[in-house]
């Protein structure tokens, strides 16, 4: 063989490799920088180019001594990059299952997951949300850049169930779903912000690149006029209940009288927020605005208060009360029958109040007149809503006079033939002893800033006088005596104080027959305290306490009044009026303006 011929071969075959591998290069040259310019342009996009969300910090919630009720805390939201995946990533992802308690399944199905509906490349799948510090750390030691994390901020309610109906919960998207969080989300939420840069292969941000960086404005902080101390007390208050009378629901509310704020607001069925899907769906509504009952015997205060004010009676007058039939407006009509079948032939219009009769107030009623017992009801805060700051809250039931058949005249009076919240006969109650004033119930106090400003105040409403303020210490006085020994209220009697307030027993109406349900009731008490200088108001309603003796609104919620009217007493330091201060006269006469 000849070694010139070799030398040729060897010649030709390198430079044909070579040529080869130029060919290749310049078809891929020609692959990436024209045929698929466009749309490798968008990935390097993708994979360098990064705006990121600067989440704002959401704004804390506070009780009326700056207890914590709700917060946000810091944690990562850990995902995987399908597209970034190596085969030698596998062993450190099986370590990332186990400290997420990620089933294998689930990782293989993220990293399959790896184009959008819209078929653009996938670049984040979500693997587990609020993960703690010292674990994303340790995901951080162990993973490959296919799994990553972002910093985030969670709800978190330190309080538990504690006033959550009020204060409200976030979902796991972030959006708020009841109460306070939902109707001050505006200031609660702040703003978010953005960064613009660029990052290298491994995701760090290459600062020189950054274009534009706009800062978050975090929110604000709200504070309630909810009282921990009091809310605790009244939790337990409800708890107590629901274990000894296995009611379906519980509502209990406690504020101030001059200023309608609310104090504390516990309501049964109850839930968590800070894991709020584990509960019923049902156990989210807020029954103290929500749901409506017929007040019974809690209303007639409203009737007593009418007739006063409008000077048809005085407390001393009598009314005739054992006839069966009466006429009204040239018809004959059926008077409602007294609990438990009592007759009280005739009854003073004080004693109509303190034994409660219904043939008593359904007489009142009908000396006032159907449009003006009409108008009293809405004077107290019946048929419209009470206008609390929180959202879902029921108008309750008054039909117009042009509506009312022919019996209503002589059942409203009495609490039937209306529907209300448990939030509108607090309400009511809290106008008698705030001199005949209702006041807008208030839930938060102010709004403040990250700096602990000022930013809103919150101020008490009135919404308009309801009674005369010598009407409203008549009625007071005569509710004083429903708190007695004499009244239905005997067991709601708290030592050292006189009580005034109204109980309230109606049966529960069957939703399907519309009749009347004879073994299930509602029963309630309303009152305030002391009498000669109110300064709390506290409302009980309890629907069908099943396990209790007797159903009856005096014996289902007095001891709770009882309870609560003294430990709150207590804490708050408010002292025992030694004299009445009701001068004698005005008792009497009804002293009516």
Do not use: C
């Amino acid at each position: 063989m000849s070694h010139a011929f070799a030398t040729n071969i060897r010649h030709l075959s390198l430079f044909g490799a070579v040529l080869l591998a130029f060919v290749v290069l310049a078809v891929r040259l020609l692959f990436l920088q024209v045929l698929s310019r466009d749309e490798l342009l968008v990935y390097v996009d993708q994979v360098r180019d990064s705006v990121r969300i600067l989440h704002a910090q959401r704004g804390d919630i506070l009780d009326s001594q700056g207890n914590l009720q709700a917060t946000s805390q810091p944690v990562y939201e850990v995902g995987v990059d399908p597209q970034d995946l190596k085969p030698m990533d596998w062993d450190a992802l099986k370590q990332v299952a186990d400290l997420l308690d990620v089933p294998g399944s689930e990782l293989v199905s993220a990293f399959s997951n790896t184009e959008t509906p819209s078929g653009n490349k996938r670049r984040w799948v979500r693997l587990a949300e609020a993960v703690d510090r010292d674990t994303f750390l340790q995901i951080q030691r162990i993973t490959s850049r296919a799994v990553y994390g972002n910093l985030v901020h969670r709800r978190h309610y330190p309080g538990d169930k504690a006033g959550a109906h009020f204060i409200g919960m976030l979902n796991k998207e972030g959006i708020p779903l009841a109460g306070v969080e939902q109707s001050f989300d505006f200031f609660l939420r702040g703003q978010d912000g953005w960064l613009e840069t660029e990052t290298d292969s491994r995701r760090r941000e290459l600062a020189q690149f950054r274009r534009r960086e706009v800062a978050p404005q975090d929110g604000l902080h709200i504070e309630l006029t909810l009282n921990q101390v009091i809310q605790d007390m009244t939790e337990h208050a409800v708890a107590s209940i629901v274990e000894e009378m296995g009611p379906d629901s519980v509502s209990i509310l406690v504020s101030e009288v001059d200023t309608g704020s609310l104090l504390a607001a516990a309501i049964y069925p109850n839930f968590d927020p800070n894991e709020y899907w584990e509960y019923p769906v049902d156990s989210h509504r807020n029954r103290a605005i929500a749901d409506v009952f017929e007040p019974g015997s809690t209303f007639k205060v409203v009737t007593a208060a009418a007739a006063l004010q409008e000077g048809i009676v005085i407390p001393s007058d009598v009314l005739k009360t054992g006839d069966r039939i009466v006429e009204y407006m040239g018809r004959r009509i059926r008077m409602p029958d007294e609990y438990n079948g009592k007759v009280f032939p005739q009854l003073t219009v004080r004693k109509t109040v303190v034994k409660s009769s219904n043939r008593g107030s359904a007489v009142l009623g009908m000396m006032l007149g159907e449009m003006p017992m009409y108008q009293y009801a809405r004077s107290f805060g019946y048929g419209h809503r009470t206008g609390i700051a929180v959202y879902g809250e029921a108008s309750g039931i008054l039909d117009h006079p042009d509506r009312w058949d022919g019996i209503t005249i002589s059942r409203l009076p009495m609490g039937h033939a209306i529907a209300a919240t448990p939030l509108q006969v607090h309400t009511a109650m809290g106008a008698v002893a705030n001199g005949g004033v209702l006041m807008r119930p208030r839930i938060v106090s102010r709004i403040i800033d990250r700096d602990g400003r000022t930013v809103s105040r919150v101020a008490p409403e009135e919404v308009g006088r309801a009674i005369s303020e010598s009407t409203a210490l008549v009625v007071s006085d005569m509710l004083a005596e429903v708190v007695s020994p004499e009244g239905t209220a005997r067991s709601a009697q708290i030592k050292g104080y006189r009580a005034g307030g109204k109980t309230g027993t109606t049966e529960k109406i069957d939703p399907n027959t519309k009749l009347y349900l004879k073994n299930a009731n509602v029963a309630s008490f309303s009152g305030f305290l002391p009498v000669e200088r109110p300064e709390i108001v506290i409302t009980i309603v309890v629907d069908n306490p099943k396990k209790a003796a007797s159903q009856t609104g005096g014996f289902v919620t007095g001891p709770t009044f009882k309870l609560l009217g003294t430990q709150i007493t207590q804490y708050l330091g408010i002292e025992p009026v030694e004299q009445p201060v009701f001068p004698l006269a005005l008792v009497e006469t009804g002293g009516v303006q």
